[in-house]
């Protein structure tokens, strides 16, 4: 910005020209100046001209036309130059380039084809892929700058067309963006259109929409994610081309038995050894989910996670026998691995597709598509589903939190595909109990020894601890429990129960001057080992709703024992909170042998909340750190 506003003069000029001349949108577009004041309030970016147009010409035939023109004000901002394709066998970046002007619409650098980075669009992690991303990463002088890039791709695809999200990113303000579809295939295309009211969206016919001065969208603590409440136009056409194969995309149910006959069967065939490993293994196992069970863990010992992005659009999985031979696959080959060894002994599942991650995605349920970005099986059991996690070594069999749980996914059946939700984790199925047995010293340390017990969702952010090294175990307790200073890690003994899928860790642990000293008295807050430190952000006029995703539970009980020589001269007893969100208490109380007991529960509730609803969501949580800082004064007997 320095260098922007040293330059007095041009700028001068620039608004003499203003007052005299009027000028058109693509000039005005360029001079970081001239964009709306309206639209400027804290933002990173400004999208200045935005079109995008799909010419779909046949079932094998599409060509993506892209013209965008960004001013961009910080650094916050340059992820939104978006100066790049992916493209891969079956497509083709027909021309690519890219102009970079300074603050005043000065042309400062011209990016041809030839300048651009050509790499493979898939981690180190990947044995195979045909996937690759042409991009330009520019590096900026000074803010502001504006970037404008244009590109042609052609697609022998039309399985994956392109959406309309205008928005991708928090306090990114919108001056002109276009969408329009031009259908010349005769093939029928449908259309869902969401969050189009009271976005400034104009539908200039079916298939053409337009953005004019659209505000920047800024992130709110526990925003709800931006495609639920942001402008989006997803396109599909009712006949479709995978690289090749031709399918059908009238309803769930059709697609599901496109994916059934033309993706997986066929890839099931396992050799005669698996087949007899597998029956070996569950000899005399009359129940299926217990031989499913011995199956799932003679995969994870047999098989390791590697991408694989070849077949069907990256679709097609690998084939089974090749996943026994070779003892690695991705979520496709893997998951169509474990089903065909199931199958082998008599247990029925479904490949599944998914949008996986820690934020729930769904795959949409009113609009067949292809969606998600990951699959794992199903393996149903009388009214309910079990769905496994293919891609793990280390996974629980059944365990789905913190990446495939509470989610809409599609069961690829041979008759077709059935849309299900995966399984919830409420709050009582994801718990943590923190027990601890303390003995204070009258210096004010302490020596303690903790147990740690977490289920469902809590499992998950807790999982792997016991495989980390005995140096990055003890630097996560420390910081852990960064509440307490001068903290001495003794001893570490953690047990993952996958059956019972509960991870306890066990800690000794001691600490000195935790205590605070005043006159004669020992002053501590009895809640060591698992206080709420944070409030959520304030905001004196909240824009957005806000979203609790998980429900959880923990509950607490410290055992303390009080130097000898020491009682207790005041403490609060107990405190109860209700509301909607979830619950919390908490209780101290005396016990003989000079001993006090702390007990504490917290229970939040998942669950989309009005934007009116926040300030007491906040008062909830302010009320939880003020009572987790609740502190006990000790005195001489």
């Not at 953005?211 to 136009?233: A, C």
């Not at 469902?456 to 429990?481: C, M, P, V």
């Amino acid at each position: 910005m320095h260098s922007f506003l040293d330059k007095k003069h041009r700028l001068f000029v620039v608004a003499f020209l203003i007052s005299i001349f009027s000028f058109s949108q693509s000039e005005d577009a360029y001079i970081a100046l001239l964009a709306p004041q309206e639209l400027m309030t804290k933002v990173n970016a400004i999208v200045r001209y935005d079109n995008q147009k799909v010419e779909i010409n046949a079932i094998d035939d599409m060509v993506v036309h892209t013209k965008r023109i960004v001013t961009i004000y910080n650094k916050y901002g340059d992820k939104h130059a978006n100066s790049l394709e992916f493209y891969s066998d079956n497509s083709s970046v027909k021309s690519i380039e890219a102009k970079i002007y300074d603050g005043l619409g000065e042309e400062i650098k011209k990016v041809r084809k030839k300048d651009f980075t050509d790499n493979s669009a898939v981690s180190g992690g990947t044995l195979y892929s045909d996937s690759r991303v042409m991009y330009y990463d520019y590096t900026p002088i000074s803010y502001p700058y504006t970037i404008e890039y244009i590109s042609e791709v052609k697609h022998n695809t039309t399985a994956f067309l392109p959406q309309w999200r205008p928005i991708n990113g928090y306090s990114l303000a919108i001056q002109h963006a276009e969408y329009k579809i031009e259908n010349n295939s005769g093939i029928p295309l449908k259309i869902k259109k969401e969050n189009i009211e009271n976005n400034n969206v104009v539908e200039v016919s079916e298939h053409h929409f337009t953005i004019t001065n659209l505000p920047g969208v800024h992130y709110e603590s526990y925003s709800p994610s931006l495609v639920t409440f942001t402008p989006n136009v997803k396109p599909a056409l009712t006949k479709f081309n995978m690289n090749g194969v031709e399918g059908v995309n009238t309803n769930w149910q059709d697609f599901g038995k496109w994916v059934y006959g033309e993706l997986l069967t066929g890839t099931d065939v396992l050799p005669q050894t698996a087949i007899d490993d597998v029956k070996a293994l569950t000899e005399g196992v009359d129940d299926k989910i217990e031989r499913a069970k011995l199956v799932y863990k003679y995969m994870q010992d047999k098989t390791r996670y590697i991408s694989v992005q070849i077949g069907i659009g990256g679709w097609k999985p690998m084939l089974a026998d090749d996943v026994n031979k070779l003892g690695y696959g991705d979520c496709k080959g893997l998951t169509n691995y474990t089903k065909a060894l199931l199958e082998a002994v008599d247990v029925p599942s479904y490949y599944t597709l998914v949008f996986g991650g820690r934020n729930i995605l769904d795959i949409d349920d009113e609009f067949s598509s292809a969606q998600g970005n990951h699959a794992i099986l199903c393996v149903p059991n009388n009214d309910e589903n079990i769905f496994l996690e293919c891609t793990s070594q280390t996974s629980p069999f059944g365990f789905s939190a913190g990446f495939t749980d509470d989610r809409v996914v599609l069961l690829v059946k041979p008759e077709g595909g059935e849309i299900v939700r995966t399984k919830i984790y409420e709050a009582d199925d994801s718990v943590q109990k923190t027990n601890a047995n303390i003995v204070m010293d009258a210096a004010g340390g302490f020596t303690a020894d903790v147990n740690i017990e977490t289920t469902g969702f809590q499992y998950s952010l807790h999982d792997g601890i016991e495989n980390r090294t005995a140096r990055d175990q003890h630097k996560h307790y420390k910081s852990y429990w960064d509440n307490i200073n001068n903290i001495t890690i003794d001893n570490i003994d953690i047990v993952n129960d996958k059956d019972r899928i509960v991870l306890s860790e066990n800690v000794k642990l001691s600490a000195t001057n935790y205590a605070s000293k005043s006159g004669g008295r020992l002053i501590f807050q009895p809640n060591m080992f698992n206080p709420v430190t944070t409030i959520p952000s304030r905001y004196t006029d909240r824009k957005l709703e806000f979203k609790v995703e998980r429900s959880f539970k923990d509950t607490d009980e410290f055992i303390i024992q009080l130097p000898e020589g020491l009682k207790v001269e005041a403490m609060t007893d107990s405190k109860e909170i209700k509301t909607k969100f979830g619950t919390y208490s908490f209780k101290l109380e005396a016990l003989e042998g000079n001993q006090l007991k702390y007990t504490r529960t917290y229970i939040l509730l998942k669950g989309n909340y009005s934007k009116e609803d926040y300030k007491a969501f906040r008062s909830f949580r302010r009320q939880i750190v003020r009572h987790d800082k609740s502190k006990v004064v000790l005195i001489k007997a």
